[in-house]
């Protein structure tokens, strides 16, 4: 099993910075993919990035390339996403997710999921 716990959310004006951190425990190999996500008010869960455990591979939707960024601490089992230029579309509760395997991008494909931790960016 693997346990997921985010931190770092809260209110920031537009164009500002967060940075949400995961923290991970439990049995997490290098064939992991870590993957971001958040979800709006009324809207489906949306899929923001993922990186690899071993860090080699890093994808980023359109939306918040260029502006986020993922990395991970394998030795402290911590997985980062960096958020600048916010945007108010930007506004969403943000959950950190795992899975064993290759990429993917649609949340039924995670098996692991953190709580989320919320993000508001204002205009």
């Known amino acids: 099993q693997v346990q997921l716990v985010e931190s770092g959310g809260g209110l920031v004006q537009a164009g500002g910075s967060l940075r949400l951190s995961c923290a991970a425990s439990?049995?997490?190999?290098?064939?992991?993919?870590m993957g971001w996500f958040r979800q709006a008010p009324g809207k489906e869960r949306e899929f923001v990035g993922a990186i690899s455990w071993s860090g080699v591979s890093i994808f980023y939707v359109d939306s918040v390339k260029g502006r986020f960024t993922i990395s991970r601490d394998s030795a402290k089992n911590l997985v980062y996403l960096q958020m600048n230029s916010l945007k108010p579309e930007d506004t969403a509760v943000y959950y950190c997710?795992?899975?064993?395997?290759?990429?993917?991008?649609?949340?039924?494909?995670?098996?692991?999921w953190g709580q989320g931790t919320q993000v508001t960016v204002s205009s």
């Open positions: 439990g049995r997490i190999f290098s064939s992991h993919y």
């Open positions: 997710a795992a899975r064993n395997g290759g990429l993917r991008y649609r949340a039924y494909e995670y098996d692991h």
